[in-house]
DNA sequence: TGCCAGGCTTCAC
DNA sequence: GTGAAGCATGGC
């Protein structure tokens, strides 16, 4: 496969300047499955366009992967891997030692964690995980991807990459501006109207990225829920998927009923302090794939 | 056809 | 501070 993805890359990329051409760059990577990644509704723009290559838009960003068994091949520039893809995929991270502290007698956890090897906590942009957690609210993973599609194609810049269009996603000056109606016809429902008010907040300095790195996690949720639409669960969840603060414990409904279920004398969060949100995540993965 | 989805804001008390 | 009501839309 990634052969004829060369073939393409030589096609295209023949009268380019060799800082903007795609490479094929060709890493072994040790607890890293992108399908489970793309299933683990962290994200919303990451598709399987044939069995083993995914494609995935982050940002202004686009990503061609193919994986062969613990070999994946990267296309994109070098320098746009080493600066964002490698972070983003949080691939510098030892996952393997942060699992090996799961109690072995917690059957349900072990079996989540083995049951969804290869997952990784992203890093996401953090105002495309606020806008996207805004849509997920009462909503289904797969009509949270179609709204943030039809958001992106609306307001979206358009990209080329190699001949390829696709559309970044919006900036927040795009959505705070943006006619209601307009939003609504992008499915957003009642969510609309938090999208384009919480744009319009961050645009005049709320949930200050800069500001947010310094702070606590308590006091970066507090910060976070000041954006019209966005209460605990997807303040949590911006914690977790953009500032990496491994330590949030997003609830959601699946979540709720594994705990009632599962955990019904509560989660050992004392346990599992600093990495409670990682669990988090094999859990919900467990519960809805 | 009806329930439910990676919940939130508003309002009454 | 707490609890109930209302919210858009489509997947299953």
């Not at 030892?94 to 049951?115: E, F």
Request: charged share 25%.
């Amino acid at each position: 496969m990634h052969i004829t993805l060369r073939m393409r890359l030589r096609h295209f990329g023949c009268n380019m300047n060799p800082e903007d051409q795609n490479q094929v760059i060709e890493k072994v990577i040790e607890d890293f499955e992108p399908e489970v990644i793309m299933r683990s509704g962290q994200c919303f723009r990451m598709t399987e366009e044939r069995p083993g290559t995914f494609l995935l838009i982050a940002g202004s960003h686009l990503l061609r992967l193919h994986q062969e068994g613990k070999k994946f091949f990267f296309y994109c520039r070098k320098r746009e891997y080493e600066e964002f893809w490698k972070g983003y995929f949080d691939l510098d991270t030892d996952y393997a030692s942060i699992l090996r502290n799961v109690d072995p007698s917690d059957n349900y956890l072990m079996h989540c964690v083995n049951n969804a090897s290869g997952l990784r906590i992203l890093r996401q942009d953090l105002y495309e995980t606020i806008i996207t957690f805004i849509i997920s609210q009462r909503n289904n993973i797969p009509r949270i991807r179609r709204c943030v599609e039809n958001l992106c194609r609306r307001y979206g810049l358009q990209m080329k990459n190699e001949g390829e269009c696709y559309y970044a996603f919006p900036k927040p000056e795009s959505l705070a501006q943006a006619n209601l109606s307009d939003l609504q016809n992008c499915n957003l429902g009642y969510r609309a109207e938090y999208v384009k008010r919480a744009s319009g907040q961050i645009l005049e300095g709320t949930a200050d990225p800069k500001v947010l790195q310094g702070m606590s996690d308590a006091d970066a949720k507090e910060e976070l829920m000041k954006l019209f639409g966005v209460g605990t669960k997807v303040a949590d969840c911006v914690l977790l998927f953009s500032l990496h603060r491994t330590g949030a414990f997003p609830v959601d409904t699946h979540i709720r009923q594994v705990l009632d279920k599962h955990y019904p004398e509560g989660f050992p969060f004392e346990r599992y302090e600093g990495s409670a949100g990682i669990l988090q995540q094999y859990l919900f993965y467990g519960e809805v794939n």
